[in-house]
């Protein structure tokens, strides 16, 4: 874990080791909460990975209002987490809390459609552009229908993926790229495929290893976030880069799939709409039902074709009791019309402007080798001196140790980032003073890490 330039480590130790001292001591309840739920839950945490995030004992919310969380121990903190863009809208939006609570009456799960279940599937024609579309439970499950849908449709076993993308808990996905090919990622094996089989894997906006991956026909769907996200840095396509993967993929029978569950702050109709992609399917999740469990996934009429044989008999593997439940649907249909407008994301592109304009005056005036990266309302930052052109550069991971100091030294001042990657979301209800505020805290963490003060 080393420490990225410009950072003095032994201040860093220091800030680390009082910040998680603060953190510890202010919080009494959730320490006991923590100590109590060690001896029922893996890691002291109701799912494993969240005793990866930076505080030494997670943050316990009381309740979470508008952009904003209130933990167990009365602390408040501007949320710019959002849970990892499911709460993209802030918590509880009215026009959610309305929906639902009205549906709450009407039965929450049938298994029959209601007129709401057809609104939100035109919405999301006219939006995404695709046809025929299906509800899952999660984005991690409509990611694994449409594989799957992708596999019948054109015969093939394989799927493609970007190196250190994430697009949910698919065991195909379970892969990392290395010098001696696809390996299953570090712990997870066995893990019930073998992905060297299954999977392949090249670099985000490596043209040439595409095609030589596509060229021998055996590759069933590419699977792709539109910018990635998950490198914990905002990742663009360069140039042409779109457009020759479309090229690539329909040259070779291959179905493509933009997964657009973290990409929908780039814009009302995601990055679909804002590059005028032209996908075989797309998947989603997360901020779709505006906090409720859901997710989509949309397809060509090509693809609804080409499947038919597996959707028409097919009774296993596809689909889901609670799948397109009346509470998320009528959450969807709310979120669609009410919440997803020009107006919410025109806020959110102004005020996460001022967050990155405020992180790169600091990086400029400690001329830190690090850059700042935007989609919409989502900021990221990464400690590289120019903007990544793939997550396989971000690893070996550096900085880990200074992204866990940036987000205790700042959420024990009242600020939360994601607690995975450090990434900011600006949501319809976050304040411009919340902003203002993390740019003061930023400028001052840096200053003592530097030694070179504000
Ligand atoms: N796709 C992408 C791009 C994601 O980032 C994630 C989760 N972070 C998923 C799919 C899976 O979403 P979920 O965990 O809600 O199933």
Redo the contacts with the bound molecule.
Sequence with gaps: NAVPPGIDPDRLAELLDRERAGWIEARPRAVALHERARRSQVHGTPQHWISQFPPPVPLVVDRAVGARLYDTDGHEYADFGLA?T?ALWGHNHPAVVAAVRDQLDRGSVTLWPNEDHVAVTEELQRRFGLPFWQFTV???DA?RFALLLARVATGRQRILMFNRA????LEQAAAVLTADGVIPEPGVEPNGVDVRRTTKMVEFNDLDALERALAPGDVAAVLA?PVM??GGAVIWPEPGFHAALRDLTRRTGTLLVI?E??TIPAGPGGCVREFGLDPDLITM??CIAGGIPA?LYGMSGAVAAAAARYTEHGDGGLGSTMAGGPLAVRAMRAVLGEVMTEETYAHMNRLAERYQRDVAAVIARHDLPWHVGRLGGRVSYAFTPTPPRNAGQLYPRVGSSLRDALWLYLANRGIVLNGMSGAALMSPMTAESDVELHGTLFAEVIGALTGRGE
């Design positions: 990892a499911a999660s984005a991690s990611n994430y697009h949910g808990s976030e996200t998950n997964d569950t973290q999740g997360k997710g």
